[in-house]
């Protein structure tokens, strides 16, 4: 391996420094970790987004009744793509154990990371395997990620060459995973760091509007961004406390999750869209990085699901 990259440095030196210890979902200080997360994201949307998948990763080795490795930095790989497939197979060596085989797609912080959290489905149910990622068997493949957005993440399509999996390094029962009411806590993340990224963007627009001479329409853009800042802030507080207080409540809990994420991701396509009206092209052309922060918002929002997310939110209400 060769020498690791600034932008790994800075990861593991926030992992040694306790800014990736965040408290779990709702432990009674979820709005504090929205916040937290919140605050990444407007410092850098690219260590946020493996920050982010490093504290997911803690926070469901918590739920399991698991203790992370420590010093380790994780990572969460369940993204489902059809041109990629994975085998999950009984072991003929390893006692109860598996053989895993086959490619994962958009893997964030390969070569970076330590241990991955990896999902497959086996029998009709998702598995969540505890991985070390220095297992010879295990190999990355770049070349599918062009755009420059995120490129410090190294995601990877990732293949596994028959690579043994024993009892222990299973995450909870089969199904667990999808099924748990931390689930959908822990999907509230992203929309935390969304918000930082487009918050950012707002502090942007007010330091450069504060050089320039004074226009009541540009003005009049500041004040719609300012509010949408407020807005994100606010959605995440009351997500927060809401999960404390129905820390259990399943049903509710994916009805909060994917309500925020839509809210976020509409507020933070508005910021973008404001920014631009505000400020005209200039800083979309000549700024890198107001010009790198807009390409990794609106690819990293891009998570959300759109309708699908919200005719699931539609039916739920209907059994109400």
Sequence with gaps: ??????????????LAAGALTLPDPA???TAERHQLLMEIGRADLQIARVAEAHTDAVSILHEAGRVEVAGALYGVWAAEDPSCKLVLRESDTVPHGFVLSGTKAFCTGASIIDRALVTVRHRDA???IDIDLRDPSIS?????????AFDATCTAVTTFDDLDVRPSDIVGAPGWYLERV????????????WAGGA???VDRAIDVAAIKPADAHRDAQLGALA?????????????????DQQPDDVSAAMRRALMLRHNVERAATAVVDLFGRALGPRPLIEDPTVIRR?????????????????????REMRRR
């Design 126 to 128: 998702a598995h969540l």
């Design 227 to 243: 509010a949408l800042a407020w807005q994100l802030q606010a959605m995440l507080q009351v997500a927060g406390d809401q999960i």
């Design 140 to 148: 990355f493949d770049f070349d599918r990620w062009r755009t420059q």
């Design 27 to 29: 432990s009674g200080r």
């Design 1 to 14: 391996m060769g020498q690791p990259s600034d932008f790994e440095k800075e990861f593991r030196q926030m």
């Design 182 to 193: 931390g689930f959908w806590h822990g999907a509230c993340g992203p929309a935390a760091c």
């Design 294 to 314: 807009v390409s990794e918002l609106q690819l990293y929002i891009r998570q959300h699901h759109d309708e699908h997310d919200l005719e699931s939110v539609g």
């Design 199 to 201: 918050v950012d963007l």
